[in-house]
């Protein structure tokens, strides 16, 4: 597992599917879901944290693209 759209697929398997519209929002659902589905005994710890370990990834290159485009934003006012 190594994208967001991996993991998508993975809860897919059990009829979830995240889209708010936002993508930082879309990681945040995902990772509340995911963990709900292995809280459920639904997936194995290694599958868990291999999901979770690209959820933080790409929750700090959005906050991190978020930050860098508010920036140019005010530099060009």
Known sequence: MKTLYDVQ?????????????????????????????????????KVYRDAKMVL???HRLEEKETFNHELLEEKFK
Do not use: C, M
Not at 21 to 34: C, F, N, P
């Open 9 to 45: 697929q993975l809860l897919k398997q059990f009829g979830v599917y995240v889209h708010v519209g936002k993508r930082l929002w879309d990681i945040e659902l995902t990772s509340i879901e995911l963990r709900h589905i292995y809280d459920a005994g639904l997936i194995d710890g």
């Open 56 to 58: 933080v990834h790409e």
